[in-house]
């Protein structure tokens, strides 16, 4: 079956500018997460998404990150006046009942 | 906070095995899990282990569990050249909203033929 997919794959901004960053679930899937991997901090929890509740937005580093899942399914992370150290893969990853947590291919995003 | 460990690389001779360590600090951990990321792709699932079990195989692959020294291993035996990759430990808990992941810094495994 289809998994997780992400789009853009790959991003290039310049500093300032803001993006949206995309990402389709497993049909089905009613738990929704982002991670960020870089260089200098590894993988690191972003926000989560469970069915219609308050998302958790414990690991957003900073206000210029924000995020919203529209019907349950579909996700944007926006980032908002881009810099230089928002570079990074963005993960997403979809969960259903379980504990397997099932990630997309990611985007990478490059700010110049 | 938590915190996940792990060596950082690994070369091993191809149709040996490869024994992958990672060490955690939150005792509540309720899952641990094994990632593997290959060059430009996501992360894969490659198995888990509930943290009342000590020792999970799944064809090649053989997680251990030592709950009391919070150390997980991966084994893969007969290990080919497709193994090479970043593998990720990481757990998770009840206490986290969510389940979320907390990953160690990847530990890359390199296969020589």
């Known amino acids: 079956g289809a998994g997780v997919s992400q789009s853009p794959s790959n991003k290039v901004t310049e500093k300032g500018k803001d993006v949206e960053l995309r990402c389709d679930p497993i049909?089905?899937?009613?738990?929704l997460y982002w991670y960020r991997q870089s260089l200098g901090q590894g993988l690191e929890f972003l926000i989560y998404?469970?069915?219609?509740?308050?998302?958790?937005k414990s690991g957003l580093p900073s206000d210029r990150f924000s995020a919203e899942r529209t019907g349950g399914s579909v996700s944007t992370l926006t980032i908002q006046r881009t810099q230089q150290e928002d570079s990074a893969v963005y993960l997403c990853?979809?969960?259903?009942?379980?504990?397997?947590?099932?990630f997309g291919p990611g985007t990478r995003l490059t700010v110049t | 906070g938590e915190d996940v460990e792990q060596s950082l690389f690994l070369s091993v001779r191809e149709g040996d095995s490869s024994v992958i360590n990672c060490t955690y600090t939150?005792?509540?951990?309720?899952?641990l899990y094994w990632y593997k990321q290959e060059p430009g792709a996501g992360l894969q699932l490659l198995t888990y282990i509930f943290s009342n079990m000590d020792m999970k195989q799944d064809q090649r692959l053989t997680v251990l569990l030592n709950k009391k020294d919070k150390h997980l291993s991966l084994r893969i035996a007969d290990t080919q050249t497709g193994d090479s990759a970043i593998y990720f430990c990481a757990e998770s808990s009840f206490k986290a909203a969510g389940n979320k992941l907390t990953f160690g810094g990847g530990t890359r495994v390199l296969v020589k033929p």
């Open positions: 998404f469970q069915g219609n509740s308050a998302p958790d």
């Open positions: 939150d005792s509540s951990s309720t899952y």
């Open positions: 990853a979809s969960r259903a009942v379980g504990y397997e947590q099932y």
């Open positions: 049909s089905g899937h009613t738990a």
